[in-house]
RNA sequence: GUCCCCUUCGUCUAGUGGCCUAGGACACCGGGUUUUCAUCCCGGCAACAGGGGUUCGAAACCCCUAGGGGACGCCA
């Protein structure tokens, strides 16, 4: 029996995710578990939207939920590098071995064939996907486009018949037409792979022996088993688990829900409450026990007793055990060490300390006027917001188009936040204090605070979200056809 | 639209054919302890999606229906 190898693959292409973290968390527990490892690789194939600043924040963020990594960057073993875009070479030649033994072949189709095509096969209620135009070029056509250095991408072929059947090892066996497969792209026209193509080399090469990843992969697992085959590769095994919900059962979402790592630690939550808490999604201890650590779950792993319905990530219970875990795990002593690393973290405070300094007069001023930035959510209400010249609406309309621009930056620099905040008081027409009016109300708590261009910066994307999205909550809300016209509005502003 | 997956209290779940008048936890409601509140303790509320089978026996196995979710990208 060959060695049990996990893995975590998470893209950097945003904020560290929840979900991320719970794959994270059940592979290194599995492997664990028989004497295996646990592998990280950074799967950094998408050229526009992956960001160092990212890949840095998914790694801190998994390491201080504990969820360190056998192997991975930073700590090299003999299957490196494990960043996918360090592996270029590593992926030409292997697209070579499907190009010569006629797995795979080049498409020339533009973008806008296909979107053409898509648009079509849906209108005729059909199945989207490639309709195998370039597979009917011949060599010689097929080599002269080649040769003219015609843009392309490789596209990799699938049976025309028959079902794919793979067993999941939750679910047993799972069958899929190969009719509902599409001829999936490889290699992208910049010469980059797709996550289908560099994941199933990867984890050939890495030796991962079980694939523990979240349901949405379900449907093209027999694009990867194809891809094993075509190689003459062993498979490896698959488990798809279940997702993490939001309230309304949808798939957990920024929108919808806090799913960033960094909220909750800025929160002040404990990442062992943390942890504990995505170990009771979908699973439990064969004791029935509700808290455990990391090491006990290791030890009681099984991952058979993972349940399948999606589970919900409520918040509440979430709250219960973190309050659990702070009265019974922390000594004082313990709890002041770590209170004071998370309310004064040195490079935090060096950031509020200037912007209080110049307005207090005694020290005993500092606690009422600087409590907003370590404070978890703020008592406001409607009439919070009272203002001569901007209405609940407005007022409402006004925090949404600032998230949206928030959002939309990459990184949250002091300079960038004033120049966004400037142009959309502009857009406005209104005054920039005006304007700012209802911003200083949703993340102080207050009408008159320290600058809320640098507070944002401060408090972070994560808390500003939520405080922002509580504002307008207390507003009214937004409702989602009001939702829908505000986007609009927003992208044409 | 097509395909795939899923379905036990509001929520997280236990349950692998008899121990189930379905157990625990969160939330909620009551009571006790506490100078208040919280903690803590005690109690209460509350679910096998529906319909057919299989079986001496079904929450568990099979089928159908319904509901929910996911996938259908040169994103992962």
């Not at 998470?10 to 028989?34: K, M, W």
């Not at 890949?55 to 963020?61: G, K, R, V, Y």
């Amino acid at each position: 029996m060959n060695k049990v190898r996990t893995r975590i693959a998470p893209s950097p292409t945003g904020d560290p995710h929840v979900g991320t973290a719970y794959i994270a968390l059940f592979n290194r527990c599995f492997a664990h578990q028989h004497g295996g490892e646990f592998v990280l690789r950074i799967e950094d194939t998408d050229q526009q939207r992956s960001t160092d600043k990212s890949e840095q924040d998914i790694l801190s963020s998994l390491k201080w939920l504990g969820l360190s990594w056998d192997e991975g960057p930073g700590c090299e073993g003999d299957a490196g590098p494990y960043r996918q875009s360090e592996r270029s070479e590593i992926y030409s030649n292997h697209i070579q071995q499907l190009l010569d033994n006629g797995s795979a072949f080049r498409c020339f189709c533009t973008s806008e064939r296909l979107d053409e095509l898509r648009k079509q096969q849906m209108q005729d209620k059909a199945q989207p996907g490639y309709d195998g135009h370039c597979l009917k070029l011949s060599q010689q056509q097929c080599e002269s486009k080649y040769a003219a250095a015609q843009s392309h991408v490789i596209r990799m072929k699938i049976p025309d018949s028959g079902e794919c059947e793979f067993t999941d090892m939750l679910r047993g066996k799972v069958s899929i037409a190969w009719s509902q497969v599409d001829m999936q792209v490889l290699i992208k026209s910049d010469g980059m792979p797709t996550y289908h193509f560099a994941n199933v080399v990867d984890d050939h090469l890495m030796e991962i022996s079980h694939v523990i990843r979240g349901e949405e992969w379900i449907n093209s697992t027999p694009k990867h088993i194809l891809l094993y085959q075509y190689f003459g590769w062993q498979a490896p095994e698959f488990c798809h688990m279940p997702l993490l919900r939001n309230p309304d059962k949808s798939k957990l979402s920024k929108r919808k829900n806090p799913t960033s790592i960094g909220y909750y630690e800025a929160m002040g939550y404990l990442p062992e409450a943390l942890l504990n808490y995505l170990g009771m999604m979908g699973w439990t201890m064969p004791s029935g026990e509700e808290k455990f650590f990391l090491s006990e779950m290791e030890a009681n792993f099984d991952i058979s007793r993972v349940s399948l319905g999606g589970p919900i990530f409520d918040i509440e219970k979430l709250d219960w055990l973190n309050g659990k875990y702070i009265r019974e795990e922390l000594t004082d002593a313990e709890f002041t060490k770590r209170f004071a690393a998370w309310a004064f973290a040195p490079e935090k405070v060096a950031q509020i300390v200037p912007l209080l300094k110049q307005r207090v007069e005694r020290f005993s001023d500092v606690a009422s006027l600087g409590s907003f930035f370590i404070d978890g959510s703020l008592e406001i209400s409607e009439t919070s917001f009272a203002h001569k010249a901007i209405d609940s609406s407005q007022a409402a309309k006004i925090l949404q188009f600032t998230l949206w621009k928030l959002e939309a930056l990459e990184e949250l620099g002091r300079d960038a936040v004033e120049e966004e905040l400037q142009a959309l008081a502009a857009k406005f027409e209104l005054k920039i204090k005006d304007f700012l009016f209802p911003l200083f109300v949703a993340l102080s708590g207050k009408a008159v605070s320290t600058s809320v261009i640098e507070s944002i910066v401060i408090l972070g994307i994560d808390i500003t979200r939520a405080r922002i999205r509580q504002a307008i909550l207390v507003l009214g809300g937004i409702s989602k056809k009001q939702a829908k016209a505000l986007e609009k509005e927003f992208r044409n502003f």
